[in-house]
């Protein structure tokens, strides 16, 4: 089966082909297509270099925060979402209090949850623009079709066969 894919369909999966996430036969012709199409290799490109620039400044940031304590790395996202109780809470607010890298990372996880947030927002009611499910399905589809055909075939050999002993009882009785 050979399936090409629009430039819509690879922008809508290029997340899953950066993060190995689809199967070898959609990778391929995700393949194909970055091989004909300039304009989506360079998407490509560009969403690979950003994610090593913020691989390397995350990187660059946990060692210079190296003085924090795991627990706050491991708390801070519930801190940011509500979700510790108090003795936890009044920890976290004592460590960005007293630390600067502390309140930096505060101000960047919350920074975070603002982006996705609104991201979440101005996407939520946009279900047309979201083809990633649609393409997967279409694409993955491994419906075998012969034993769809293989139902319709016995149901009429079903009836034709009724047909035919209704047939004969019907004259001999």
Known sequence: MNKELTCNQVSALLNFYIEDKLNPRLKEYINLHLEKCPTCRKKIEELQNILKNYRQNSQSQKEKSKNLPNEFYTNLSAYVDNELNLNENIKIKKMTISNPNARKELETMYKYKKILQSSYE????????D???????????????????????????????????????????
Do not use: P, W
């Open 131 to 173: 083809f990633s499910k649609q393409i997967l399905n279409e694409i993955q589809d491994n419906n075998d079709y012969t034993t769809n055909y293989f139902y319709k075939i016995a149901g009429v050999f079903v009836i034709l066969i009724s047909a035919i002993i209704g047939g004969f009882i019907y004259l001999y009785f």
């Open 122 to 129: 101005k996407t939520k009611d946009d279900i047309k623009l």
